[in-house]
């Protein structure tokens, strides 16, 4: 078993599981969308794109280039919560709180991608 395709695996996989937990909920509600695991989910996708940069396969590019459009969604979520929370006289209302998980649903849209690549080439491999 090569330990740098779990860790890579794990990470790919954590990722898309916390963008997952916090996505889910209703849209508009602040309350079900709890801000620690979106910053969690902020934190494992940096890293798993920080483990991405090794690969220099067509499929590492595309692995990379997911793993950054759900950063960027990531940090964009986590910018209009703060934002909201700091900045805005209104605080996180419905339609802010809408807002940051429209951003973490096309995250979670590029995780999933990423997911899939990585099922798809662990069940092409074949052993030597």
């Known amino acids: 078993m090569n330990l740098e395709k779990v860790v890579f695996g794990f990470f790919v996989v954590l990722a898309a599981t916390l963008n997952f937990g916090f996505f889910v909920g209703d849209i508009s509600d602040p309350h079900v969308h709890n801000v620690y695991e979106l910053f969690a989910a902020v934190i494992v996708n940096l890293i798993a794109t920080v483990l991405k940069f090794g690969d220099r396969t067509q499929i590492g590019a595309v692995h990379l280039a997911t793993s950054l459009v759900a950063v960027l969604q990531l940090i964009a979520a986590a910018a209009v919560w703060v934002w909201a929370t700091q900045v805005s006289a ?39």
């Open 90 to 128: 209104d605080g996180l209302n419905a339609e802010h709180t809408a807002s940051v998980v429209s951003l973490s649903g096309g995250a979670l849209l590029a995780n999933l991608v990423s997911v899939v690549l990585l099922v798809g080439e662990t069940t092409s491999f074949r052993r030597r």
